[in-house]
């Protein structure tokens, strides 16, 4: 199992950017799927960013276009570029890895992940 820890959240302008990282100490993360989900006060945890262990990337609707999910093998971290951020990207964000298979239909299921972070901090606001 995963122990991943999720850094570079704040609070930003809305139009900002901000670029999340996740890493993990012991497991090679190239290998897992890995998402990213968010959860804003009061409200579920929905998928955002997915990507699977070939390098296929993955977006929800709400972000596409401004989203931007990568991988660097060598550092073991995925990273969430986040540009023109609004109000409601307003979320406490997770990094979730999965060492099983997972399907493009069921990727959005937060149960589907066996490894979670501890989530960071977005705070979009002027």
């Known amino acids: 199992q995963a122990q991943l820890v999720e850094t570079g959240g704040g609070l930003v302008q809305p139009g900002g950017s901000l670029t999340l990282s996740c890493t993990d100490s012991?497991?090679?993360?190239?290998?897992?799927?890995v998402g990213w989900f968010r959860q804003a006060a009061g409200k579920e945890r929905v998928g955002v960013s997915w990507?699977?262990?070939?390098?296929?990337?993955y977006y929800a609707d709400s972000v596409k276009g401004r989203f931007t999910i990568s991988r660097d093998s060598v550092e073991n971290t995925v990273y969430l570029q986040m540009n023109n951020l609004k109000p409601e990207d307003t979320a406490v964000y997770y990094c979730?890895?999965?060492?099983?298979?997972?399907?493009?239909?069921?990727?959005?299921?937060?149960?589907?992940?066996?490894?979670w972070g501890q989530g960071t901090q977005v705070i979009v606001a002027s």
């Open positions: 979730a890895a999965e060492a099983g298979p997972v399907t493009i239909a069921r990727m959005t299921d937060p149960g589907l992940f066996e490894s």
């Open positions: 990507i699977s262990s070939s390098g296929g990337t």
């Open positions: 012991g497991l090679a993360l190239e290998h897992f799927f």
